[in-house]
């Protein structure tokens, strides 16, 4: 695994301190480049393997896998896999999510979902379909029988592994993220709000610059994500109700 590389950003501005003739000045006013900073790039899709420390209400409940891979004919797959470790390992649970899908129009555009959680004895299975000629998305398996009718699509659609690579793609300093959450049977929109500033935030003994990313129409239910510039991974994923941390997935490596 390769350990995580700070992130740094420093800019360098040079000024002339003399003045020169007037041939000269036009001559070197054609060679300058421009000062507007040019847009930042968009991030590119790539596989990767990431690692994360699990912890809930401040217990150390695991480790969790999240990677992105390469399918052929220009599809892709996204997985989220969290292991037991300490209370969670006490509890038996076992979560592993997965969805596959292509990128259309720079969409990630879901093609199929799975979630499968063992608690104990038990397990539950569902998988979901993403049918864009008939518009609807439908899921089968350990399904509550309120979740188990057709869902109308609509451009953009995601599940919620994809809104993740989503927010990674699209945060920039200030910016609302309008997306529209399809998964488990389900349509709702989820609305996000970037920080107008970057902070620090340690990972290890690593210090970066990231973007916090809060969702904005969750009630008392918060969720709150981490990205940097050249992570292709959130560097933290955090889950609250009423002020009080829960679920927390700090990044530890990827590759």
Not at 53 to 73: E, K, P, Y
Not at 85 to 107: I, M
Not at 131 to 136: G, I, M, P
Not at 144 to 164: C, E, F, H, Y
């Amino acid at each position: 695994m390769t350990r995580l590389h700070a992130i740094s950003c420093a800019a360098l501005v040079a000024a002339m301190s003399a003045a020169l003739p007037a041939g000269e000045a036009a001559a070197q006013e054609q060679l300058s480049p421009t000062t507007e900073a040019p847009p930042a790039p968009t991030p590119v899709l790539r596989p990767f393997v990431a690692q994360y420390q699990v912890s809930n209400h401040g217990n150390s409940l695991g480790t969790a896998t999240m990677q992105v891979v390469a399918l052929d004919d220009g599809r892709w797959r996204v997985d989220l896999a969290m292991k037991g470790g300490g209370l969670l390992r006490v509890a038996g649970l076992n979560v592993e999510q997965s969805t596959v899908f292509d990128v259309v129009d720079g969409r990630y555009r879901p093609l199929g979902q799975s979630t499968v959680k063992r608690v104990f004895l038990s397990k539950r299975r569902t998988t979901g379909g993403y049918d864009w000629a008939k518009r609807t998305a439908q899921w089968t398996g350990d399904v509550k029988d309120t979740r188990r009718a057709p869902v109308p699509l609509q451009d953009g659609d995601m599940s919620g592994l994809l809104i993740n690579l989503a927010i990674i793609r699209d945060a920039t300093p200030g910016a609302t993220l309008h997306y529209r959450f399809v998964d488990d049977g389900r349509a709702r929109p989820q609305d996000y709000a970037v920080a107008a500033q970057t902070q620090a935030i340690q990972v290890g003994d690593l210090s970066f610059d990231a973007l916090r990313v809060d969702r904005s129409n969750a009630g008392s239910e918060q969720t709150s994500v981490w990205v940097a510039p050249g992570v292709p991974t959130p560097l933290r994923m955090l889950q609250s109700e009423g002020g009080e941390t829960g679920l927390d997935l700090v990044l530890v490596g990827y590759q």
